[in-house]
């Protein structure tokens, strides 16, 4: 299959799940299970042969962005545990050059985090011209993990009178104009909610435990969250709304089949990076001049 016709097939996987006005988003209108025109596990076989068609297609478009040195892309994935973060960063991204990415986990922050505004940690990460940034979870997390626990939000120093009803409007605002302020400046943004059922985390955390091998990946912690999720729910549904613009899209992405997810996520970020009209720097005649000047140098030795 050819490049444009991967890149056409990209746009359709992606698109059905592609936010970019929030106002009328409700999460309950998303199923966790859904693989759209695959039938589960006797199609398992040919999402996964186009997603390696798309990595194929994703190498390149990356080599491009590299060489035009003009662009940069930043990816969010944010998720309930267990959603497969992590495993699709690392089969969706398997294909591109390790000089051109830059993935960061944002887990709790630090003391020095903490002095600083929220923001800071993300921003000191974005990437290069030429890049692809990854954050595994990003400053999304003040308006999901920190509304659900306010106590951790005590903890970021806050002058008190800023902490009032019109803080998480006011960092939707600000996250909202601060996406605008990247998109401006040649970032472009997505972002990926990886949309998986309670049914299907409990069941991968049993498997985590169950298995010698994935107890490392458990903790109890991650059981303790479950009782929260009512109010997670709501919040990632809140911030898809707030913060899903036509700049900054967010992607809401079944998460219960893993192949699934990850053909999805290829097919946005095949989609985002075809969208930028890449190209190979073109050598002006000067440049040609030297080249050749270059060549019979090396011939004649």
């Known amino acids: 299959m050819k490049t444009k016709q991967i890149i056409k097939r990209a746009r359709e996987f992606a698109k059905p799940f592609r936010v970019s006005k929030g106002k009328d988003f409700r999460l309950k209108n998303v199923d966790p299970g859904d693989t759209l025109e695959f039938t589960k596990e006797a199609d398992k076989p040919r999402a996964k042969e186009a997603l390696k068609m798309g990595l194929s297609a994703l190498t390149e478009l990356q080599d491009k962005l590299y060489a035009q040195d003009k662009w940069a892309v930043l990816l969010m994935f944010q998720a309930m545990d267990a959603a497969g973060k992590d495993g699709a960063i690392k089969h969706v991204m398997s294909g591109i050059n390790p000089q051109g990415c830059e993935v960061y986990s944002f887990k709790s922050p630090s003391s020095e985090d903490l002095d600083h505004d929220y923001l800071w940690r993300c921003m000191k990460c974005l990437p290069n011209r030429g890049h692809i940034g990854i954050f595994n979870r990003s400053y999304y997390e003040e308006v999901l993990v920190v509304r659900v626990h306010p106590e951790f939000l005590a903890k970021q120093k806050l002058p008190p009178k800023l902490v009032d009803k019109k803080i998480w409007q006011q960092r939707f605002e600000d996250i909202r104009n601060f996406e605008q302020y990247l998109a401006r400046n040649g970032v472009v943004v997505r972002k990926f909610f990886l949309h998986v059922s309670r049914k299907e985390q409990k069941r991968r955390f049993l ?95």
Not at 293 to 301: D, I, N
Request: aromatic letters at 12%; proline letters at 4%.
């Open 207 to 301: 498997d985590r435990i169950d298995d010698p091998l994935k107890n490392w990946k458990f903790s109890s912690n991650d059981a303790a969250e479950r009782d929260y999720w009512d109010d997670y729910m709501e919040a990632y549904e809140k911030m898809i709304q707030e913060t899903a613009t036509t700049g900054a899209p967010w992607y809401v992405v079944p998460a219960d089949n893993k192949w699934f997810t990850r053909v999805v996520v290829a097919g946005a970020v095949i989609e985002t990076l075809a969208s930028l009209d890449l190209a190979y720097p073109k050598v002006d005649q000067g440049k040609l001049k030297e080249l050749a000047a270059a060549k019979k140098k090396l011939l004649s030795k």
